[in-house]
C-alpha cells in the first residue's frame, strides 16, 4: 500500500514537472529524424534528478492521452505545447502549491480577507475557502476570514489564478474586537 502512495506521489511531481518546463519555455519545437525522438526530448527537456527517464515518458504520454499536452509533427518538426486543459491543469497545480510563509514576528495588524463569489462559480468558491483553510486562516463568517501575517501578495496571487479578482478583497486592520480563542487559535498575545 505504501509503495502504491509513493509511485502516486512521485506520478504527481513528473506531471507538475513537465507542465511547467512547458510552460516556462512556452511552446517546444524540435528537429525530428530520429523514432527515438521522444527519448531525447525528455533527456533534453525534462531532466529531474529524482524522476527516471522511462517513468518521464511514460507521463508525457499519458499526458498526451488525456488531452493536456498537443503533440504536433510537420515537415520533420515536432511540436509539443500546453493545451487549454493543460494551462487549467497547470493552474489548479500552482493553486494547491502555493504556501505562506508564517513570520517570526508579528506587525500587531489583521488581514481580513472578504468575498462573494457567486453562486454559479461555486467550485472556485469552495476551493478558495479550502485554500484559505489550508493557509491556516480563521473563518470569522462564512466569507469572512482572518490571518494575522503579511499574505496580500498570495491573495492577489490567487485571485487572479482562479479569476476571482472582483469577488475577493483584503483588508488591513490595526484593531479588532477578537475573542481570546482567536488569539490562542494564532498562539499570539492580545
Avoid at 492521452?65 to 493552474?91: A, D, F, M
Avoid at 479550502?130 to 463568517?141: A, E, I, R, S, V
Wanted: hydrophobic letters at 40%.
Amino acid at each position: 500500500m505504501k509503495i502504491e502512495s509513493i509511485k502516486k506521489e512521485e506520478r504527481k511531481e513528473m506531471v507538475k514537472h513537465i507542465l511547467k518546463v512547458i510552460a516556462g519555455i512556452g511552446a517546444i519545437i524540435i528537429a525530428s529524424q530520429s523514432p527515438y525522438f521522444l527519448k531525447r526530448i525528455v533527456d533534453s527537456f525534462f531532466r529531474h534528478p529524482k524522476l527516471a527517464s522511462k517513468e518521464l515518458i511514460k507521463c508525457f504520454r499519458a499526458l498526451k492521452y488525456q488531452g493536456l499536452v498537443s503533440v504536433k509533427k510537420r515537415n520533420g518538426r515536432v511540436e509539443i505545447k500546453l493545451t487549454p486543459k493543460g494551462k487549467e491543469k497547470l493552474k489548479f497545480i500552482e493553486f494547491w502549491d502555493l504556501k505562506l510563509e508564517k513570520e517570526k514576528r508579528w506587525d500587531k495588524k489583521w488581514r481580513i480577507i472578504i468575498f462573494d463569489i457567486p453562486e454559479k462559480k461555486y467550485r472556485i468558491r469552495e476551493m478558495f475557502r479550502l485554500k484559505l483553510k489550508d493557509f491556516g486562516f480563521y473563518q470569522l463568517q462564512k466569507s469572512v476570514w482572518l490571518y494575522p501575517y503579511k499574505c496580500e501578495k498570495e491573495i492577489a496571487y490567487l485571485r487572479e489564478l482562479i479569476g476571482a479578482r472582483k469577488f475577493i478583497k483584503v483588508i488591513i486592520a490595526e484593531s479588532l474586537e477578537l475573542d481570546e480563542k482567536i488569539y490562542q487559535y494564532f498562539s499570539l498575545e492580545p
